[in-house]
């Protein structure tokens, strides 16, 4: 054989194994491709949780308690609504965020036939009455979520509520992070609490 010839063949015999190494990782990402392997993993089916149990929903853990309907908790605010009294959803919340942050008000969800705003009317903290307040990282607070009804409303005596997840991700319009809605963490059913809202329940003469 032509030394000519026998170099050539001597490079490609060296170079095929080199090729067929640097072919084989993507060869290998494409078949995993088309056969689904990189396919997103299922999200999980939401969990049924007894009343006063914690579910985490991204930027807060949030465990509610019991409700009730009551027109003498921010009375101010039922005569701006013009509604004859509040649903109270009372809970345990605590900010899992880095710095303080608000309540997410679409954290929690009403059966739609109740026919009610998706988001309270107004959070109030128990513990000083102060609406929309701010929730230090880590530090579990309760407070009362405000839906403002009619005289007719009667939802009985259990409550069904969806838990609402939410998750970071960058923003469209600058380069900060915000909570997008993710989807269902839980359903829970709240019983009948008369007592809920009692810390901020006002005095026929207060003038609040």
Do not use: C, N
């Amino acid at each position: 054989m032509p030394l000519s010839v026998r170099a050539a063949t001597t490079t490609l015999a060296g170079t095929w194994p080199r090729r067929l190494a640097w072919l084989l990782p993507p060869v290998a990402v494409l078949v995993t491709v088309l056969t689904g392997g990189l396919a997103k993993a299922p999200v999980p089916a939401p969990e049924r949780v007894a009343a006063g149990d914690a579910v985490d929903v991204g930027p807060v853990r949030l465990a509610a308690q019991g409700w009730t309907i009551r027109d003498d908790v921010a009375t101010s605010g039922l005569e701006y609504s013009g509604a004859a009294a509040w649903l109270v959803v009372e809970a345990e919340v605590t900010a899992l965020t880095d710095a303080t942050t608000t309540f997410p008000e679409t954290a929690l969800r009403l059966p739609s036939e109740l026919g009610l705003e998706t988001e309270p009317d107004r959070v109030v903290l128990l513990a000083d009455d102060t609406l929309g307040p701010q929730l230090q990282p880590g530090l579990p607070a309760r407070v009362a979520l405000l839906w403002p009804v009619g005289d007719d409303a009667d939802p009985g005596d259990e409550l069904a509520l969806t838990y609402l997840r939410s998750r970071l991700s960058d923003s469209t319009i600058d380069a900060s992070r915000v909570w997008r809605p993710d989807g269902v963490a839980a359903h829970t059913t709240l019983p009948r609490d008369d007592a809920a809202g009692d810390a901020i329940a006002e005095e026929p003469e207060d003038d609040r």
